[in-house]
Antibody
Framework: EVQLVESGGGLVQPGGSLRLSCAAS????????MHWVRQPPGRGLERISS????????DYADSVKGRFTISRDNAKNSLYLQMNSLTAEDTAVYYC????????WGQGTRVTVSS | DVVMTQSPLSLPVTLGQPASISCRSS???????????LNWFQQRPGQSPRRLIY???NRDSGVPDRFSGSGSGTDFTLKISRVEAEDVGVYYC?????????FGQGTKVEVK
């Protein structure tokens, strides 16, 4: 089955860190650029980071630049997001999505930053 | 960054009637390869987003033909020919022609 499955979310204190994972299956993961998109409660979608097929192009939204790091392991068909120095504004559901057209999304993983 | 502006942000609709959402980009979405990477997404309550339209006017597999996309350059439209109850949700446009990829603010479609 073609799918993306996110994991790693949870409750974390302000200033803390989390590492999100996205496991891909059913397709040639290394052939696609990949994205992390988040959605704060009751709000719209925000693309926060992207990585090219070979990891050559990496891009971050200003809101996470310097704090978040995207990476991929094509041998493991996995995408990652290392999140440091978390604040309440990072509370959101985090989705991974496939391709320039974001044609495939995971179910999301919830991150709550609170003391 | 390319700014994507949707209108309206809220769209009350009558079931069985048509609906239309506009999306405008701050610069042309025609890529150097000749394609226009403008996508439309639907997000039903409590669900992940789902792509409906890619490259401005191509319907994804399984998307009902009452959904259509049109436009070019900087002006794009998503139309629903006859709104059904299952169409309630938030619709987003997103451009994939320029880095960084950017979304519109979303248009909430609800039944009157």
């Amino acid at each position: 089955e073609v799918q993306l499955v996110e994991s790693g979310g949870g409750l974390v204190q302000p200033g803390g860190s989390l590492r999100l994972s996205c496991a891909a299956s059913g397709f040639s993961f290394s052939s696609y650029e990949m994205h992390w998109v988040r959605q704060p409660p009751g709000r719209g979608l925000e693309r926060i980071s992207s990585v090219g097929r070979g990891g050559d192009i990496i891009d971050y939204a200003d809101s996470v630049k310097g704090r978040f790091t995207i990476s991929r392991d094509n041998a493991k068909n996995s995408l990652y997001l290392q999140m440091n120095s978390l604040t309440a504004e990072d509370t959101a559901v985090y989705y991974c999505a496939r391709s320039r057209g974001l044609d495939l999304w995971g179910q999301g993983t919830r991150v709550t930053v609170s003391s | 960054d390319v700014v994507m502006t949707q209108s309206p942000l809220s769209l009350p609709v009558t079931l069985g009637q048509p609906a239309s959402i506009s999306c405008r980009s701050s610069q042309s979405l025609v890529h150097s390869d000749g394609n226009t990477y403008l996508n439309w997404f639907q997000q039903r309550p409590g669900q992940s987003p789902r792509r409906l339209i890619y490259k401005a006017s191509n319907r994804d597999s399984g998307v009902p033909d009452r959904f259509s996309g049109s436009g070019s350059g900087t002006d794009f439209t998503l139309k629903i020919s006859r709104v059904e109850a299952e169409d309630v949700g938030v619709y987003y446009c997103m451009q994939g022609s320029h880095w960084p990829r950017t979304f519109g603010q979303g248009t909430k479609v609800e039944v009157k």
